[in-house]
């Protein structure tokens, strides 16, 4: 098992930019692939951006492209999602989860598959 703990939420206006932070520890982190969700009120919660256990390999949802960029460090075993240009639709909350694998450049878009999850972090734009 590995342990997330998430980080950078909080409340910024439409067109604002966030910066939110995933901090692991208790596994090799970059055994690996790594992904940030968010659920909105009343909502089902969804994939936002997926990276590879490499980093070389990214996923988006559509919604995001161009937008959110995901990134990872793993010397120092953090998952990090820049969202630039935020719309109040980009509310919610934001969690990262781990899913181990052996694949090194497999991105892995099916939520199944993570077992691992943090607590979530709040993100809020208004209009």
């Known amino acids: 098992q590995v342990q997330l703990v998430e980080s950078g939420g909080g409340s910024v206006q439409a067109g604002g930019s966030l910066r939110l932070s995933c901090a692991a520890s208790g596994r090799t982190f970059n055994d690996y692939a790594m992904g940030w969700f968010r659920q909105a009120p009343g909502k089902e919660r969804e994939i936002v951006a997926a990276v590879a256990r490499s980093a070389s390999n990214t996923f988006y949802a559509d919604s995001v492209k161009g937008r959110l960029t995901i990134s990872r460090d793993n010397a120092e075993n953090k998952v990090y999602l820049q969202m630039n240009s935020l719309k109040p639709e980009d509310g919610g909350v934001y969690s990262c989860?781990?899913?181990?694998?052996?694949?090194?450049?497999?991105?892995?878009?099916?939520?199944?598959?993570?077992?691992?999850w943090g607590q979530g972090t709040q993100v809020t734009v208004s209009s």
């Open positions: 989860a781990a899913a181990r694998t052996g694949l090194f450049t497999l991105v892995i878009r099916n939520m199944g598959a993570y077992n691992n």
